[in-house]
């Protein structure tokens, strides 16, 4: 079993910048993909973004691409994202997610391990 812990989420005005950590329980974490998903109030939890085992491989929703960033850190069990240019819309609680595969997904149903969620408030 691997525990997700994220952290980093906040309150930001429109423009701004946060960026998310999420640590990993395990030392196996570096075998894994991992991803970040996020959901609003009354909506589906949807796909932000991934990264494959080595961090030589990103995918991104096209609603954060070019302002988000994937990259982790296998020496300190850490994924991280990096938002930048934020906007109202991309208020959510944002879940990082961990799958036992090498190679990334973008589908939530590919992942095994889930965090607990950091809450992302972007106001206008």
């Known amino acids: 079993q691997v525990q997700l812990v994220e952290s980093g989420g906040g309150l930001v005005q429109a423009g701004g910048s946060l960026r998310l950590s999420c640590v990993a329980s395990r030392r196996t974490f570096s075998r894994y993909a991992m991803g970040w998903f996020r959901q609003a109030p009354g909506k589906e939890r949807e796909f932000v973004a991934t990264?494959?085992?080595?961090?030589?491989?990103?995918y991104y929703d096209d609603s954060v691409k070019g302002r988000f960033t994937i990259s982790r850190d296998n020496a300190e069990n850490t994924v991280y994202l990096q938002m930048n240019s934020l906007k109202p819309e991309d208020t959510a609680i944002y879940y990082c997610a961990g799958r036992s595969s090498s190679s990334y997904a973008i589908r939530k149903e590919g992942y095994d391990y889930w965090g607990q969620g950091t809450q992302v408030t972007v106001s206008s």
């Open positions: 990264i494959n085992w080595s961090g030589g491989s990103t």
